[in-house]
């Protein structure tokens, strides 16, 4: 999985390319969140359009992403999720907790 950061305004782009699935893909994320909370970083938009699958862990990654956020008094949304990520997300009941976007110009204005 290759992570790309952007920044626009007060907002960082989390761009996602690859699986988001067990093994390093999944911790990559956790310890990118975990440095941008570090770095004062506390709105995040991941930008799930070029990620194929994700597995129970790369949920799991997920959740401990939105968590860590809010506790740190930010805010996590989603950005575009592939179709077959947005059925992921769906089953698992993500999609009713995270914020959702398919505009990444209406989704960095909404924080």
């Known amino acids: 999985m290759d992570i ?8 960082t782009i989390i ?4 699986n988001l699935t067990i ?3 999944e911790e990559s994320l ?10 004062e970083r506390r709105y995040l938009l991941l930008n799930l ?14 959740i401990k992403s939105f968590t860590s956020v809010k506790e740190a008094n930010g805010e996590l949304k989603l950005l575009k999720p ?5 059925q992921v997300l769906t089953i698992t009941g993500l999609l009713s907790v995270l914020e959702t976007y398919e505009d990444e110009t209406f989704a960095v204005s909404s924080f």
Request: aromatic residues 0%; hydrophobic residues 35%; positive net charge.
């Open 4 to 11: 790309q950061i952007r920044i626009s305004g007060n907002v």
């Open 15 to 18: 761009d996602l390319s690859g």
């Open 23 to 25: 093994g390093r893909s």
């Open 30 to 39: 956790r310890e990118t969140v975990k440095k941008l909370i570090d770095d």
């Open 49 to 62: 359009s070029e990620v194929p699958a994700i597995d129970s862990s790369g949920v799991g990654a997920m």
């Open 82 to 86: 592939s179709r077959m990520a947005r």
